[in-house]
């Protein structure tokens, strides 16, 4: 199951919701297929002003981020590059065409790759 976690401010997400929902399972649908939909989890995440800090300082505004749980066995395909600048490329569009193009340069979108036999579902573990 793919799973997708956008964090972001708070006060910059509240009704951005259903929008983000619907760019960012549209993002992974672009690069796995119609047949991925599905089982695509999102998880929006909103930090309440003053818990998101850089450099030591709380911040005002941040561009959100988006980290994509995947299977680990996917970055040791032929096409690994391909798939991995798509996803990056995707997921940044769907940020992009909720947030607005002027976030585009801070979107950071991590892709965080999990062995299967490391995961489990239903009380075992999914690569048995």
Do not use: K, N
Not at 26 to 42: F, I
Not at 64 to 75: A, D, I
Request: hydrophobic share 45%; with cysteine; proline share 4%.
């Amino acid at each position: 199951m793919p799973h997708v976690t956008l964090h972001a401010l708070e006060d910059e997400l509240a009704g951005r919701e259903p929008a983000l929902i619907g760019e960012l399972t549209s993002a992974v649908v672009s690069v796995y297929g119609e047949w991925a939909r599905s089982s695509v989890d999102v998880r929006l995440i909103g930090i309440p002003a003053g818990r998101w800090a850089r450099g030591g300082t709380a911040v005002a505004t941040a561009a959100p981020s988006v980290t994509f749980g995947m299977r680990e066995e996917v970055f040791a395909r032929e096409d690994a590059a391909r798939v991995v600048a798509h996803l990056v490329a995707a997921f940044t569009d769907a940020v992009t065409a909720v947030f607005g193009d002027g976030c585009r340069d801070e979107v950071l979108v991590e892709l965080v790759g999990q062995p299967t036999s490391r995961s489990g579902l239903g009380g075992r573990v999914i690569g048995s």
